[in-house]
């Protein structure tokens, strides 16, 4: 079963315009997640992060949101630019597995920003 | 330049050949991993070092084999490879054993068995 679920496989949305993608999760363990961007031929690289302690995370154009009671965690772009266009990988960490550095992913949504 | 390398980039090989994916960082980390990424599964991982000689088993480590002789150096050992090991490898680091959660991704390996 997935533990980490991203259900939009696919987001397209205007230049300059809000890019909301989304994650939900199941295990309640969970309390680390991160964002990853990937472009193809590329590996991820990483975007931004959140712990459980916190409800918002922001770091320029980009601000994780996590609703705990609700399992969700959300990523917003604003405004988005056509450089964004890429793979976004939603990712979580269990304390107790913090130490294998195992992090589950999501099956990943793919962002287009037209002009 | 700090990165994490992956050689090769691609690979295309028969059943039962043996091969080995190299990796390595120039960032010192302590933590290193391989995954793999498979259409509509993500990526998962298949195993990780939390040191030199220490390597333990993610959660698809079936029909694959690693070491850890050096800090930098983390290879990925096919012994016997199969089809359904047709998949892209990414190799990743991260600083601190503690605090893997931002690890730095190599490039990938696509691997084709035939």
């Known amino acids: 079963d997935q533990q980490v679920k991203q259900n939009s496989p696919s987001l397209s949305v205007q230049e300059g315009r809000i890019s909301i993608l989304n994650c939900d999760y199941t295990?309640?363990?969970?309390?680390?997640f991160l964002w990853y961007k990937k472009y193809p031929a590329e590996g991820p690289t990483f975007l931004i992060s959140?712990?459980?302690?916190?409800d918002k995370n922001e770091d320029g154009r980009f601000t994780v949101f996590l609703n705990k009671s609700a399992k969700h965690l959300s990523l917003h772009i604003v405004p988005s630019q056509p450089g964004d266009s890429a793979v976004y990988f939603c990712?979580?960490?269990?304390?107790?597995?913090?130490?294998?550095?195992?992090?589950?992913f999501g099956k990943g949504t793919k962002l287009s920003v037209k002009p | 330049e700090a990165q994490v390398t992956q050689n090769p980039r691609y690979l295309i090989t028969v059943t039962g050949k043996k091969l080995t994916v190299t990796c390595s960082q120039n960032?010192?980390?302590?933590?290193m991993s391989w995954y793999r990424q498979d259409p509509g599964l993500g990526l998962r991982q298949i195993y990780y070092?939390?040191?030199?000689?220490?390597?333990d088993k993610g959660d698809v480590p079936e029909g694959y084999k690693v070491s850890r002789k050096e800090k930098r150096n983390f290879p990925l050992i096919l012994e016997s490879p199969s089809p359904n090991q047709t998949s892209l490898y990414f190799c990743?680091?991260?600083?601190?054993?503690?605090?893997?959660?931002?690890?730095?991704f190599g490039p990938g390996t696509r691997l084709t068995v035939t």
């Open positions: 990743a680091s991260s600083l601190y054993r503690g605090q893997p959660y931002e690890q730095y």
């Open positions: 990712a979580a960490s269990e304390g107790s597995r913090r130490s294998q550095g195992n992090l589950i």
């Open positions: 959140i712990s459980s302690i916190k």
């Open positions: 295990n309640s363990m969970f309390d680390y």
């Open positions: 960032m010192n980390h302590e933590y």
């Open positions: 070092s939390m040191n030199v000689e220490v390597t």
